[in-house]
Nanobody, 121 residues
Framework: QVQLVESGGGLVQAGGSLRLSCAAS????????MGWFRQAPGKEREFVVA????????RYADSVKGRFTISRDNAKNAVYLQMNSLKPEDTAVYYC??????????????WGPGTQVTVST
């Protein structure tokens, strides 16, 4: 079992940057692909990015491609999301998830409580 906790969210102006972190407990972190999802008010949770167990493969939603970068450190049981050139439409609660390498919500078994990202104009 894996427990996940996100951090690094906050308020930033459009064009700015934030780096989210997700800390995982348990000794099986490297057994899971990791993903970031987000949910804006009144909208469904949507896929942002995923990274494979080794970190060798990544996949991004078109809306964040070229602006966001995912990475992981299996020695530290952590995954990161570097977000650059932020836009107001990036405003959402961001969730870290552990599971199978996929863009599908249902592929992930474990979820963090989320961290709020707000991008102002």
């Amino acid at each position: 079992q894996v427990q996940l906790v996100e951090s690094g969210g906050g308020l930033v102006q459009a064009g700015g940057s934030l780096r989210l972190s997700c800390a995982a407990s348990g000794r099986t972190f490297s057994s899971y692909a990791m993903g970031w999802f987000r949910q804006a008010p009144g909208k469904e949770r949507e896929f942002v990015v995923a990274i494979s167990r080794s970190g060798g493969m990544t996949r991004y939603a078109d809306s964040v491609k070229g602006r966001f970068t995912i990475s992981r450190d299996n020695a530290k049981n952590a995954v990161y999301l570097q977000m650059n050139s932020l836009k107001p439409e990036d405003t959402a609660v961001y969730y870290c998830a552990a599971g199978d390498y996929s863009g599908r919500y249902s592929a992930y078994d474990y979820w963090g409580p989320g961290t709020q990202v707000t991008v102002s104009t």
